[in-house]
Nanobody, 123 residues
Framework: QVHLVESGGGLVQAGGSLRLSCAASGRTFDKYDMGWFRQAPGQEREFVAA???????VYQDSVKGRFTISRDHAKNTGYLQMNSLKPEDTAVYYCAAKPRGLYLSRQYDYPYWGQGTQVTVSS
């Protein structure tokens, strides 16, 4: 079992930055892939970015060049650095973890989820 807790959300103006953190406890986190997903009001949850246990990264096209995913194995923590934020980035952001595998962007591959953190970008 992996327990995930997100933090770092908040209200920011367009063009600003936020860094989300995802603290993991339980099983050895460094053997897991980690992903970030988001859900805007009235919309389905969507993939944002993911990083494999070996450090490979993938991003949704709309965040490429603005968001950076990373992880610190020593701290059992993952991060999502979000720069140049836009109002359309407003959503609840969730981190998720899964045993290492081939696919990183499929939600249904992730058995472990955090509670979510709200990110609001004002125009």
């Amino acid at each position: 079992q992996v327990h995930l807790v997100e933090s770092g959300g908040g209200l920011v103006q367009a063009g600003g930055s936020l860094r989300l953190s995802c603290a993991a406890s339980g099983r050895t986190f460094d053997k897991y892939d980690m992903g970030w997903f988001r859900q805007a009001p009235g919309q389905e949850r969507e993939f944002v970015a993911a990083i494999s246990e070996s450090g490979g990264m993938v991003y949704q096209d709309s965040v490429k060049g603005r968001f950076t995913i990373s992880r610190d194995h020593a701290k059992n923590t993952g991060y999502l650095q979000m720069n140049s934020l836009k109002p359309e980035d407003t959503a609840v952001y969730y981190c998720a973890a899964k045993p290492r595998g081939l696919y990183l962007s499929r939600q249904y591959d992730y058995p472990y989820w955090g509670q979510g953190t709200q990110v609001t970008v004002s125009s």
